[in-house]
């Protein structure tokens, strides 16, 4: 069926320094990409997303980037800050309209 | 946020029992999903449904069942419960092509 593969599992970055999450996709008629982050013990929230008729997609620190031929997409955050530790989840549009979410990226921010 | 809330918030049973937990949202979207969280696997899907008439098996779908009471009701069902299906519950709302928003969530234990 279809997948969504999402590498690390696991990230730690020093404070101020750049994380990036990747993630692939399997069905190539996906055309919506969005990103959730969930701190602990709460609910996953839409950080940003983007569309397959656009190949970057910024905001203020958090940037998206989509590579439809590989079917790539990543999460760049930058200038990380002790409250971006969180797990983060990448996520793509089916062909029947469902969402299917990768299997997480927790990342740590050292101080 | 508030305009998708979860019923019971934390929840312990034993295996056998019934249990029934509930969504409701005031988002007036058409398109509502249950997920399974577990550590390490992400979100699975379990049911969704893109309006009140229209059911659909996720999945995970084995040991549950969903009603769709209204546009802003959904609710799911474990009809026998077993301890494998200890986990964090999140049901979703959104609309065509669109992000999904989450509901807080329900902790379940089943002993």
């Known amino acids: 069926g279809e997948n969504v593969e999402q590498h690390p599992s696991t990230l730690s970055v020093q404070e101020g320094d750049s994380a990036v999450i990747k993630c692939t996709y399997s069905d190539s008629a996906s055309n919506y990409f969005p990103w959730y982050k969930q701190e602990l013990g709460k609910r996953p929230q839409l950080i940003i997303d983007i569309r397959s008729n656009v190949g970057e997609k910024k905001d203020q620190r958090i940037a998206v980037t989509l590579n439809k031929t590989a079917k790539h997409f990543s999460l760049h955050i930058t200038e990380t800050q002790p409250e971006d530790s969180a797990v983060y989840f990448c996520a793509a549009s089916l062909r029947d309209d469902k969402i299917i979410f990768g299997k997480g990226t927790r990342l740590h921010i050292l101080p | 946020d508030a305009d998708v809330t979860q019923t019971p918030r934390n929840r312990i049973t034993k295996t056998g029992k019934r249990i029934m937990l509930e969504c409701s949202q005031t988002?007036?979207?058409?398109?509502m999903y249950w997920y399974r969280q577990d550590p390490g696997l992400g979100l699975r899907l379990i049911y969704y449904s893109f309006d009140v008439k229209d059911i659909n098996k996720g999945e995970i779908s084995d040991g549950y069942s969903v009603s769709r009471q209204a546009q802003a009701k959904f609710s799911l069902s474990l009809e026998s419960a077993i301890p494998n299906q200890t986990a964090l519950y999140f049901c979703?709302?959104?609309?065509?092509?669109?992000?999904?928003?989450f509901g807080p969530g329900t902790r379940l234990t089943v002993l």
């Open positions: 979703a709302t959104g609309r065509t092509g669109d992000t999904q928003y």
């Open positions: 988002k007036g979207h058409d398109r």
